[in-house]
């Protein structure tokens, strides 16, 4: 079997290099502190705050969204929806 052609750069489409991404970082910080602030939120908020978090290494995109909404001051959302209760064994609970 033979292998896969690599690009003729040796590159792979893996996007912007992470100096690149980095170099972002504070331009991308105030943007988002702009729109939270335009929302009404992030009033004791800073710009490094929001940095370290742009700056993790979380993997997961929703734990690091979850963070980064949680330091720009947006209160937490509802919590997951329980699905429905079939033969109402929750049925008179509240």
């Given at each position: 079997?033979?292998?896969?052609?690599?690009?003729?750069?040796?590159?792979?489409?893996?996007?912007?290099?992470?100096?690149?991404?980095?170099?972002?970082?504070?331009?991308?910080?105030?943007?988002?502190?702009?729109?939270?602030?335009h929302?009404?939120?992030?009033e004791?908020?800073?710009?490094?705050?929001?940095?370290?978090?742009?700056?993790?290494?979380?993997?997961?995109?929703?734990?690091?969204?979850?963070?980064?909404?949680?330091?720009?001051?947006?209160?937490?959302?509802?919590?997951?929806?329980?699905?429905?209760?079939?033969?109402?064994?929750?049925?008179?609970?509240?």
């Amino acid at each position: 079997m033979g292998r896969l052609a690599e690009p003729e750069d040796g590159g792979g489409d893996d996007g912007p290099p992470p100096a690149e991404l980095d170099a972002r970082v504070p331009e991308d910080a105030a943007g988002a502190l702009s729109w939270a602030r335009h929302a009404g939120f992030a009033e004791s908020t800073d710009a490094p705050a929001v940095e370290a978090v742009l700056r993790s290494h979380e993997p997961f995109a929703e734990e690091l969204f979850d963070t980064l909404l949680d330091h720009l001051g947006f209160p937490p959302g509802p919590g997951p929806d329980p699905g429905p209760d079939p033969g109402g064994v929750n049925a008179g609970r509240r």
